[in-house]
């Protein structure tokens, strides 16, 4: 692994152009690309991650990588990495437990790609991924801008045909839905 970030993110950007033209011709090494996507996300360098992240959500949406249960439920175990560490009897916000938590081993960035890569329908593991992204609303800044660009990607592109979308939620998805996506007033 190259030391310099800029080298990291063009090789990211590489593949993803390598394989959206040779889509057909790199069947064999899906398997390959997906561990070096994944290594990716655990990054230092928020850049890399973000393109990372941005990278798996193309694979997944052309289909060149299928999302998994196991993707899925990896994606919220790693989601629950506590950032605080106490030293001394002092809480403490760890910059590697953030990374971790933000995408380093595959959580928020991953949960984001599961969920952007089905821009106008709702595909079976949305659903449980928009939740567990939502719950990461209240985190440290570089989490909660991330989660926070995610869901407002995901509102503007299934705004329009919302009435048939909403079918795939349950009720108690629904009212947390609407709770992160309507704005509350400040007088109320």
């Known amino acids: 692994m190259n030391p310099k970030?800029?080298?990291r993110r063009a090789a990211i950007d590489f593949i993803q152009n390598m394989i959206f033209c040779n889509l057909f011709n790199a069947r064999q090494y899906a398997k390959q690309l997906h561990t070096l996507v994944l290594k990716y996300l655990f990054d230092e360098q928020l850049e890399v991650r973000i393109t990372a992240s941005t990278t798996l959500s193309g694979f997944y949406q052309c289909g060149?990588?299928?999302?998994?249960?196991?993707?899925?439920?990896?994606?919220?175990?790693?989601?629950?990495?506590?950032?605080?560490?106490?030293?001394?009897?002092?809480?403490?916000?760890?910059?590697?437990?953030?990374?971790?938590?933000?995408?380093?081993?595959?959580?928020v960035l991953g949960l984001c790609a599961i969920v952007l890569s089905s821009p106008y329908d709702i595909s079976i593991h949305v659903p449980d991924a928009?939740?567990?992204?939502?719950?990461?609303?209240?985190?440290?800044h570089v989490i909660q801008q991330s989660t926070q660009k995610c869901l407002s990607e995901f509102r503007r592109t299934h705004y329009d045909s919302w009435h048939e979308h909403q079918e795939n939620f349950t009720e108690d998805q629904l009212l947390i839905l609407t709770d992160v996506f309507i704005s509350h007033s400040y007088y109320a």
Request: proline share 2%; with cysteine.
């Open 5 to 7: 970030w800029h080298a």
């Open 64 to 107: 060149y990588i299928q999302v998994t249960d196991e993707d899925l439920q990896y994606f919220c175990m790693m989601s629950k990495t506590n950032y605080f560490t106490e030293i001394d009897g002092k809480k403490v916000t760890l910059m590697k437990n953030i990374v971790k938590r933000h995408g380093g081993n595959r959580c």
């Open 130 to 140: 928009l939740m567990l992204l939502c719950e990461h609303l209240y985190d440290p």
